[in-house]
Nanobody, 122 residues
């Protein structure tokens, strides 16, 4: 019922920047937290950054000072600005929306995007 579409991934060199976008669509009344997770080959999916509806961010230690999460509640869209990228940032990045409330519903749900590949070469 809620679709998340990510965009902005690609291949960059170490030290460069990328900006990811995640747009949620559907009969959405509100979304509590939106965030980004990543999964590198052979590794578990890990948190990168999340942001509450009120704008409180949370970052993984490995990206603090380099990545910035933001969101536009009116557009149900989240962004991840990634600066000073490192080869170890290479992964598939997934958008997540948590505690989604659909219009006319009293049940919360969550949703994941399909993922976008980020590759950082050394």
């Amino acid at each position: 019922q809620v679709q998340l579409v990510e965009s902005g991934g690609g291949l960059v060199q170490a030290g460069e920047s990328l900006r990811l976008s995640c747009a949620a669509s559907g009969n959405i009344f509100s979304i509590n937290a939106m965030g980004w997770y990543r999964q590198a080959p052979g590794k578990q999916r890990e948190l990168v950054a999340t942001m509450t509806r009120e704008g409180t961010p949370n970052y993984a230690d490995s990206v603090k000072g380099r990545f910035t999460i933001s969101r536009d509640n009116a557009k149900n869209t989240a962004y991840l600005q990634m600066n000073s990228l490192k080869p170890e940032d290479t992964a598939v990045y997934y958008c997540n929306a948590d505690k989604i409330l659909l219009s006319g519903s009293f049940r919360y749900s969550s949703s994941w995007g399909q993922g976008t590949q980020v590759t950082v070469s050394s």
